[in-house]
Protein backbone atom coordinates (compact mmCIF):
# COMPACT_ATOMS: atom_id res chain seq x y z
CA UNK A 1 0.00 0.00 0.00
CA UNK A 2 2.73 2.32 0.78
CA UNK A 3 4.41 1.19 -2.48
CA UNK A 4 1.51 2.10 -4.60
CA UNK A 5 0.71 5.49 -2.43
CA UNK A 6 4.31 6.58 -3.00
CA UNK A 7 4.20 5.99 -7.00
CA UNK A 8 1.48 7.50 -7.05
CA UNK A 9 2.63 10.35 -5.41
CA UNK A 10 5.60 10.65 -7.58
CA UNK A 11 3.51 10.60 -10.64
CA UNK A 12 1.29 13.13 -9.59
CA UNK A 13 4.14 15.38 -8.75
CA UNK A 14 5.98 14.57 -12.23
CA UNK A 15 2.85 15.74 -13.66
CA UNK A 16 2.97 18.94 -12.06
CA UNK A 17 6.37 19.10 -13.11
CA UNK A 18 5.80 19.00 -16.66
CA UNK A 19 2.49 21.46 -16.53
CA UNK A 20 4.53 24.06 -14.61
CA UNK A 21 6.99 23.88 -17.29
CA UNK A 22 4.63 24.65 -20.13
CA UNK A 23 2.52 27.04 -18.62
CA UNK A 24 6.25 29.38 -17.93
CA UNK A 25 6.12 29.76 -21.78
CA UNK A 26 2.42 31.48 -21.29
CA UNK A 27 2.78 35.07 -20.32
CA UNK A 28 0.51 35.75 -17.30
CA UNK A 29 -3.06 37.66 -17.35
CA UNK A 30 -2.49 41.44 -17.25
CA UNK A 31 -4.96 42.93 -15.30
CA UNK A 32 -6.61 46.26 -17.32
CA UNK A 33 -10.12 47.29 -17.94
CA UNK A 34 -11.76 44.75 -19.92
CA UNK A 35 -12.08 45.46 -23.63
CA UNK A 36 -9.18 47.93 -23.64
CA UNK A 37 -8.16 48.26 -27.41
CA UNK A 38 -5.94 51.24 -27.02
CA UNK A 39 -5.62 55.04 -27.04
CA UNK A 40 -8.66 56.39 -28.89
CA UNK A 41 -7.51 60.00 -29.80
CA UNK A 42 -5.13 62.55 -27.60
CA UNK A 43 -6.87 65.75 -26.58
CA UNK A 44 -5.24 69.25 -25.89
CA UNK A 45 -6.17 72.90 -25.65
CA UNK A 46 -4.81 75.80 -28.04
CA UNK A 47 -5.45 79.15 -28.08
CA UNK A 48 -6.56 79.74 -31.58
CA UNK A 49 -7.91 76.10 -32.72
CA UNK A 50 -7.79 77.04 -36.28
CA UNK A 51 -4.37 78.02 -36.36
CA UNK A 52 -3.54 75.03 -34.68
CA UNK A 53 -5.62 72.75 -37.36
CA UNK A 54 -3.62 74.97 -40.13
CA UNK A 55 -0.51 74.05 -38.86
CA UNK A 56 -0.98 70.03 -38.43
CA UNK A 57 -2.39 69.73 -41.84
CA UNK A 58 -0.57 72.75 -43.77
CA UNK A 59 2.88 71.83 -42.33
CA UNK A 60 2.89 68.54 -40.57
CA UNK A 61 0.06 66.97 -43.44
CA UNK A 62 -2.50 66.03 -41.29
CA UNK A 63 -5.71 65.63 -41.48
CA UNK A 64 -8.68 67.39 -40.52
CA UNK A 65 -12.24 65.61 -40.59
CA UNK A 66 -14.89 67.67 -38.73
CA UNK A 67 -15.56 70.02 -35.76
CA UNK A 68 -18.03 69.94 -32.71
CA UNK A 69 -18.94 72.44 -30.53
CA UNK A 70 -20.14 75.17 -29.06
CA UNK A 71 -20.07 73.90 -25.30
CA UNK A 72 -21.49 76.24 -22.90
CA UNK A 73 -21.16 78.17 -21.29
CA UNK A 74 -23.90 76.68 -18.71
CA UNK A 75 -25.81 78.40 -15.98
CA UNK A 76 -25.07 75.02 -13.86
CA UNK A 77 -21.92 73.12 -12.46
CA UNK A 78 -22.01 71.09 -15.55
CA UNK A 79 -18.59 72.16 -16.69
CA UNK A 80 -17.41 71.59 -13.41
CA UNK A 81 -18.68 68.13 -12.86
CA UNK A 82 -18.06 66.44 -16.21
CA UNK A 83 -14.70 67.90 -17.60
CA UNK A 84 -13.04 70.04 -14.23
CA UNK A 85 -13.14 72.59 -15.20
CA UNK A 86 -14.15 76.14 -13.67
CA UNK A 87 -18.66 76.06 -14.18
CA UNK A 88 -18.29 79.36 -16.41
CA UNK A 89 -15.66 77.55 -19.09
CA UNK A 90 -16.77 77.15 -21.81
CA UNK A 91 -15.73 75.73 -25.80
CA UNK A 92 -16.72 77.70 -28.61
CA UNK A 93 -15.32 74.88 -30.94
CA UNK A 94 -12.76 71.79 -30.88
CA UNK A 95 -11.34 69.65 -34.22
CA UNK A 96 -10.48 66.24 -34.79
CA UNK A 97 -7.55 65.65 -36.62
CA UNK A 98 -5.29 62.44 -37.70
CA UNK A 99 -1.42 62.54 -38.60
CA UNK A 100 -0.47 59.31 -40.70
CA UNK A 101 -0.67 55.92 -39.01
CA UNK A 102 -1.36 57.59 -35.54
CA UNK A 103 -3.70 58.22 -33.09
CA UNK A 104 -6.60 61.03 -33.34
CA UNK A 105 -6.02 64.77 -32.05
CA UNK A 106 -9.04 65.92 -30.29
CA UNK A 107 -8.03 69.84 -30.37
CA UNK A 108 -9.93 72.12 -28.12
CA UNK A 109 -10.37 76.03 -28.07
CA UNK A 110 -11.64 76.86 -25.02
CA UNK A 111 -12.67 80.32 -22.98
CA UNK A 112 -12.96 79.90 -19.13
CA UNK A 113 -12.30 82.72 -16.34
CA UNK A 114 -9.46 81.36 -14.65
CA UNK A 115 -7.48 80.24 -18.20
CA UNK A 116 -3.67 80.20 -18.05
CA UNK A 117 -2.69 81.21 -21.35
CA UNK A 118 1.02 80.43 -21.24
CA UNK A 119 1.61 76.37 -22.20
CA UNK A 120 3.66 74.29 -19.68
CA UNK A 121 7.17 73.43 -19.85
CA UNK A 122 8.41 69.41 -19.72
CA UNK A 123 9.64 70.05 -16.57
CA UNK A 124 5.87 71.07 -15.45
CA UNK A 125 3.23 68.49 -14.01
CA UNK A 126 0.77 67.74 -17.05
CA UNK A 127 3.94 68.77 -19.49
CA UNK A 128 4.01 66.77 -22.68
CA UNK A 129 4.71 66.70 -25.67
CA UNK A 130 3.82 64.65 -29.03
CA UNK A 131 6.49 62.65 -30.86
CA UNK A 132 6.13 62.19 -34.88
CA UNK A 133 7.65 59.98 -36.83
CA UNK A 134 9.54 60.76 -40.16
CA UNK A 135 11.20 58.85 -42.46
CA UNK A 136 14.18 61.03 -43.30
CA UNK A 137 14.90 63.20 -40.42
CA UNK A 138 17.31 65.73 -42.81
CA UNK A 139 14.06 65.69 -44.88
CA UNK A 140 11.68 66.69 -42.52
CA UNK A 141 13.59 69.64 -41.00
CA UNK A 142 14.52 71.17 -44.12
CA UNK A 143 10.82 71.13 -44.84
CA UNK A 144 9.66 71.96 -42.10
CA UNK A 145 12.24 74.82 -42.03
CA UNK A 146 11.51 76.29 -45.17
CA UNK A 147 8.04 76.67 -43.75
CA UNK A 148 9.04 78.81 -40.24
CA UNK A 149 9.00 75.94 -37.80
CA UNK A 150 12.08 76.96 -34.79
CA UNK A 151 13.73 73.43 -33.61
CA UNK A 152 15.49 73.13 -30.35
CA UNK A 153 19.13 72.34 -30.87
CA UNK A 154 20.33 69.58 -32.94
CA UNK A 155 19.21 66.06 -33.80
CA UNK A 156 20.93 63.85 -30.96
CA UNK A 157 20.58 59.60 -31.65
CA UNK A 158 20.85 56.71 -28.76
CA UNK A 159 23.88 55.27 -29.70
CA UNK A 160 23.27 52.75 -26.68
CA UNK A 161 20.55 51.34 -24.13
CA UNK A 162 17.15 50.64 -25.12
CA UNK A 163 16.41 53.43 -27.29
CA UNK A 164 19.82 52.58 -29.35
CA UNK A 165 19.43 53.70 -32.95
CA UNK A 166 16.68 56.70 -32.58
CA UNK A 167 17.84 60.15 -33.43
CA UNK A 168 15.27 62.68 -32.59
CA UNK A 169 14.69 66.55 -32.14
CA UNK A 170 11.91 68.94 -30.14
CA UNK A 171 10.68 71.55 -32.15
CA UNK A 172 7.84 74.03 -31.24
CA UNK A 173 4.55 74.60 -33.00
CA UNK A 174 3.40 78.19 -33.72
CA UNK A 175 1.61 78.56 -30.17
CA UNK A 176 4.36 77.24 -28.01
CA UNK A 177 3.19 73.65 -27.60
CA UNK A 178 6.14 71.10 -27.44
CA UNK A 179 6.54 68.50 -30.43
CA UNK A 180 9.06 65.67 -31.42
CA UNK A 181 10.79 64.68 -34.45
CA UNK A 182 12.23 60.97 -34.12
CA UNK A 183 13.60 58.46 -36.71
CA UNK A 184 14.90 54.92 -35.94
CA UNK A 185 15.73 53.26 -39.88
CA UNK A 186 17.36 50.45 -38.63
CA UNK A 187 15.22 49.65 -35.53
CA UNK A 188 16.01 50.42 -31.39
CA UNK A 189 18.42 48.70 -29.35
CA UNK A 190 15.59 46.67 -27.26
CA UNK A 191 13.91 45.06 -29.73
CA UNK A 192 17.18 42.55 -29.88
CA UNK A 193 16.31 41.61 -26.67
CA UNK A 194 12.56 41.04 -26.86
CA UNK A 195 10.00 40.05 -29.56
CA UNK A 196 7.68 42.54 -27.64
CA UNK A 197 7.23 46.09 -28.92
CA UNK A 198 6.19 49.01 -28.84
CA UNK A 199 3.70 50.58 -30.80
CA UNK A 200 5.04 51.87 -34.67
CA UNK A 201 3.43 54.03 -36.87
CA UNK A 202 4.95 52.20 -39.48
CA UNK A 203 3.35 48.56 -38.97
Known amino acids: MKQNTT ?5 LLRRCAIAATLLAGVPAAQAGVPGMR ?7 TVPNAQQAVDFFVGVMGCKAFFTIGPFGPFKDDWMKENLNVNPRAAIPVAHLVRCGNGTNFEIFEYTSPDQKAKPPKNSDIGGHHIAFYVDDLDVAMEYMRERGVKFLGKPHLFTDGPLKGLTWIYF ?3 WGMQLELV ?10 STPERLWDPRQ
Open 38 to 44: GVEHFGF
Open 183 to 192: TAPGGRGYEQ
Open 172 to 174: MSP
Open 7 to 11: SRTGA
